[in-house]
């Protein structure tokens, strides 16, 4: 529930900020692809900070970066959809990411002592960093567009960041194509208090997070409920729990909406096998795969027709 002081129903989306983010860019194509009215967009300082702008009633929706093709999960972002109150998913937006190397005018790459970025923008751009910037000093910032801001107030000699906050910055583009691995996309979701849940539409995804007891053959089992009832797994990684080394959290995004039969079984049969399930939502699918065919035995007229045949064993009639 939003706290005192923010009685009215939230609005606006908080985003990774400051502006000239890839989150920025990433809310816009989502607000413009939904048709939002109240597209005002709140800048956090942090991934934790948007989060907390959700729980505490302050801003409607966060969207957070939460993987990238390249580089991996986002640790703040795995970890503060599970730490506090619960949230969940309600979209994803996939976003191509390319980099430039953003110095104030005049700057020769000879002058560049430090250069400063998101720890996943540096992390995409370590080859060429090393190479165009030898011996210079790589200092992690809370985002891109943050070091494009601070390079731009003398703080840092340059910044890896999008083109479009180089020029937010009055910065130039020394370097600009800095990526070693060109084509790197990243997917953002889009985060609520729970009590929306998207409708199914036949191309949906579901995240959820498990923890399982240290025990051996426990990860199979849990996998094994997903496969017995042919559902596809789109990502699966494990995060420490941080209680001790050896139990683990894992968090998973499967094929299918929470509404299909297949889907809510298995979240069920989780709930049965697990120490601790997290529901992250249900949400459209927005990459373009229109998901693994579903067989017929697990589609929601099969689970509808074995549970109105157990019924009438049970009730004695025949069957
Ligand atoms: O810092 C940003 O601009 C972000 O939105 C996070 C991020 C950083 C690097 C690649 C993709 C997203």
């Known amino acids: ?5 923010h009685s009215a129903a939230p609005t606006g989306f908080a985003y990774l900020g400051p502006e000239g983010t890839f989150a920025e860019a990433a809310l816009a194509h989502l607000t413009r692809s939904l048709g939002a009215v109240d597209r005002s967009a709140q800048p956090q300082p942090s991934v934790g900070a948007a989060l907390a702008a959700v729980r505490s009633g302050a801003c409607r929706a966060a969207l957070v970066p939460m993987e990238n093709s390249v580089e991996g999960s986002v640790p703040a972002t795995m970890d503060g959809l599970v730490d506090g109150d619960p949230l969940v998913v309600t979209r994803e937006v996939f976003l191509p990411v390319g980099f430039v190397l953003a110095v104030r005018p005049g700057t020769t790459t000879g002058q560049v002592r430090t250069v400063a970025s998101h720890p ?3 992390a995409q751009c370590r080859a060429r960093i090393a190479e165009v910037l030898p011996g210079a000093e ?20 340059a910044a890896v960041c999008a083109a479009i906050a180089a020029e937010r910055y009055g910065l130039d583009a020394l370097v600009a194509d800095l990526a070693d691995h060109p084509g790197a996309v990243t997917r953002f979701v889009l985060v609520e208090q729970p009590g929306v849940l998207p409708e199914p539409t036949g191309a949906d995804k579901t995240t ?18 997903f496969a017995l009832r042919g559902i596809s797994l789109t990502r699966i990684e494990s995060r420490p729990t941080r209680e001790r080394l050896g139990v683990y959290s894992f968090s998973i995004d499967c094929e299918g909406h929470v ?10 049969a989780l709930h049965r096998l697990c120490a601790e399930v997290r529901f992250l939502g249900s949400y459209p699918r927005a990459d373009d795969h229109p998901g693994k065919p579903v067989d017929e035995h697990v589609g929601d007229d099969a689970f509808a027709g074995a549970q109105a045949w157990l019924t009438r064993v049970r009730e004695g009639r025949a069957v």
């Open 1 to 5: 529930m939003p706290s005192a002081g």
């Open 259 to 268: 509404a299909d039969a297949r889907v809510g079984d298995a979240l069920a």
């Open 138 to 157: 790589v200092v992690p910032t809370a985002s891109t567009a943050d070091a494009a801001r601070r390079v731009a107030a003398g703080e840092h000699d």
């Open 120 to 122: 996943h923008a540096l």
């Open 208 to 225: 959820v997070t498990a923890v399982i007891a240290d025990r051996t053959g426990a990860l199979l089992d849990l996998l094994a409920e």
